[in-house]
């Protein structure tokens, strides 16, 4: 029984094409996050979303957006791909935001944008 | 700015032996710091989270320390095994709202028989 599961696990388009990875968690968690881990293995976090609503919001371009359709899901929609969002996308939930909750991450999604 | 330094960036040992990653961070305010490991091709998984009352905490084989004066801390490897080879991350959670992570690059360990 996967805790985080994300689809899929790879991804090959084009440029300027439009795509989404979808996230979904079985472990009653009320926050859900979207992480960036560019070719040099550097994590950085793009996303937060707490009970549906966004929470944070690092510097990341509009042609990414999340949407939280229940508090289970945070999916990943990237209108007009670049080369330079090819990356592996990280899904992971915590049981509530900050503090000290452990974060559970999913297997990642690697986007290859050519 | 904040920042998480990791060393060494890699680093190879023979199966058995002790290792001893270091972290050094610039983060503030300090709410937590947090070891993963990463396997090849898999997300990365919680070791320990430590907070800034805590010295050291040990899961199993893997043993962290912290010192917040000085901003540093260690993740110590006994025994180690074929399964250890993998990235080691360190990330620190900047506490005031929405605890944003700072994460380290990591440090690529590979355990040779």
């Given at each position: 029984?996967?805790?985080?599961?994300?689809?899929?696990?790879?991804?090959?388009?084009?440029?300027?094409?439009?795509?989404?990875?979808?996230?979904?968690?079985?472990?009653?968690?009320?926050?859900?996050?979207?992480?960036?881990?560019?070719?040099?293995?550097?994590?950085?976090?793009?996303?937060?979303?707490?009970?549906?609503?966004?929470?944070?919001?690092?510097?990341?371009?509009?042609?990414?957006?999340?949407?939280?359709?229940?508090?289970?899901?945070?999916?990943?929609?990237?209108?007009?791909?670049?080369?330079?969002?090819?990356?592996?996308?990280?899904?992971?939930?915590?049981?509530?935001?900050?503090?000290?909750?452990?974060?559970?991450?999913?297997?990642?999604?690697?986007?290859?944008?050519? | 700015?904040?920042?998480?330094?990791?060393?060494?960036?890699?680093?190879?040992?023979?199966?058995?032996?002790?290792?001893?990653?270091?972290?050094?961070?610039?983060?503030?305010?300090?709410?937590?710091?947090r070891?993963?490991?990463?396997?090849?091709?898999?997300?990365?998984?919680?070791?320990?989270?430590?907070?800034f009352?805590?010295?050291?905490?040990?899961?199993?084989?893997?043993?962290?320390?912290?010192?917040?004066?000085?901003?540093?801390?260690?993740?110590?490897?006994?025994?180690?095994?074929?399964?250890?080879?993998a990235?080691?991350?360190?990330?620190?959670?900047?506490s005031?709202?929405?605890?944003?992570?700072?994460?380290?690059?990591?440090?690529?360990?590979?355990?040779?028989?």
């Open positions: 029984d996967t805790a985080v599961s994300q689809t899929p696990k790879y991804l090959v388009t084009q440029m300027g094409n439009d795509k989404s990875i979808k996230c979904e968690q079985n472990l009653g968690h009320d926050t859900m996050y979207w992480y960036k881990q560019d070719s040099k293995k550097f994590l950085k976090i793009m996303f937060s979303y707490n009970n549906k609503e966004l929470i944070i919001n690092e510097t990341v371009p509009n042609r990414f957006s999340p949407k939280s359709p229940d508090k289970a899901h945070l999916n990943l929609h990237i209108n007009s791909l670049e080369l330079g969002d090819s990356a592996v996308y990280f899904c992971a939930s915590s049981q509530k935001q900050g503090g000290n909750t452990e974060a559970f991450f999913g297997q990642g999604t690697r986007l290859t944008v050519v | 700015k904040n920042q998480v330094e990791q060393s060494p960036q890699s680093l190879i040992i023979l199966e058995g032996k002790n290792c001893t990653l270091q972290c050094n961070y610039t983060v503030s305010p300090f709410s937590n710091l070891w993963y490991k990463q396997d090849t091709g898999r997300g990365p998984v919680s070791l320990t989270i430590m907070t009352s805590e010295n050291t905490k040990s899961n199993g084989r893997y043993t962290a320390t912290l010192d917040a004066d000085t901003k540093q801390s260690s993740l110590h490897i006994t025994a180690s095994q074929l399964s250890d080879s990235s080691y991350i360190c990330v620190v959670i900047a005031g709202g929405s605890y944003i992570p700072t994460f380290g690059r990591g440090t690529s360990l590979i355990v040779h028989p």
